[in-house]
């Protein structure tokens, strides 16, 4: 909003939040549950959303035969017209080629992305990392970081949990956390997250999933498996100040084993 002289109000705590609407989605390196590899139909659920940041996790570039080779990351970035921010967790040479094998995390962007790091993660088996990002708002700024936290144990759960919060020592840094973590909200390896942070879907005035029928699990935010999902593993966490307007699971059409989470955001401005 501008005054009658169409100056622009200076960003502070008496000028309204910033609204940003983020979905998490768990892609399957875009593989539906009918097990075809579909990238222009995961183009097409993400465009649906009308989303300021996407944070996708399980993303191939270049990873084999079962994404058909492709750079998925750029692919998409370039289908919905969004600046990119890649994360891998996997990253190994080809043999005899000069790219090299990668999957991971990608944060998707129509606002400006100031700052993007790479942060391994703590334990074993199947590689992990947390992709960080700074996002330009109009009058503030956002840090999102999006993650995929292991299946091996709680343990190691709790230890890249640990790490998360600790990306966000800065008690001024207005931020989110978001992902696949591989556990309930209210499992026990997330207690340092909840130390900080304050799940988004308990915060959401207005909430809808894709439940339907199944009245006795409507409103939970469930998200896996796609076909009838019966956990909420897919969250979106927000640091203290940052408020949340809605949450909605929406129907993926197929083209994971997730479904998408949406969270519309409301920013406090001049942070």
Not at 43 to 62: F, N, S
Not at 80 to 90: S, T, V
Not at 103 to 132: C, F, K, M, Q, T
Not at 234 to 251: C, F, K, M, P, S
């Amino acid at each position: 909003m501008t005054d009658p002289h169409g100056v622009k109000p200076a960003p502070g705590p008496d000028q309204p939040p910033i609204p940003v609407r983020l979905v998490t989605f768990n892609t399957h390196h875009g593989v539906g549950d009918d097990r075809r590899h579909d990238l222009p139909r995961l183009a097409k659920v993400l465009a649906a959303a009308e989303a300021d940041v996407i944070c996708l996790q399980e993303v191939d570039r270049h990873f084999g035969d079962r994404s058909e080779d492709v750079d998925q990351a750029l692919l998409l970035s370039r289908a919905l017209d969004m600046q990119l921010a890649w994360g891998p967790a996997i990253d190994e040479p080809r043999p005899g080629e000069g790219r090299r094998r990668q999957y991971g995390n990608a944060l998707l962007s129509r606002l400006p992305i100031l700052i993007s790091d790479v942060h391994p993660l703590p334990g074993s088996g199947e590689p992990r990392s947390a992709l960080r990002t700074l996002v330009e708002l109009d009058g503030g700024a956002l840090w999102v970081t999006t993650t995929h936290l292991t299946t091996r144990s709680a343990a190691e759960r709790a230890e890249q949990v640990a790490l998360l919060r600790g990306l966000f020592e800065d008690p001024m840094a207005t931020g989110v956390v978001v992902g696949d973590l591989n556990a309930a909200p209210d499992a026990p390896e997330l207690a340092a997250l909840r130390e900080g942070f304050r799940d988004a879907w308990e915060l959401a005035p207005d909430r809808d999933d894709q439940a339907r029928w199944r009245f006795w699990q409507r409103d939970e935010g469930l998200t896996h498996p796609a076909r009838s999902p019966h956990v909420r593993i897919d969250q979106v966490w927000v640091t203290e100040g940052i408020g949340v307007g809605g949450a909605r699971v929406l129907d993926g059409a197929g083209a994971s084993d997730h479904l998408p989470l949406a969270v519309d955001l409301l920013v406090p401005s001049g942070v």
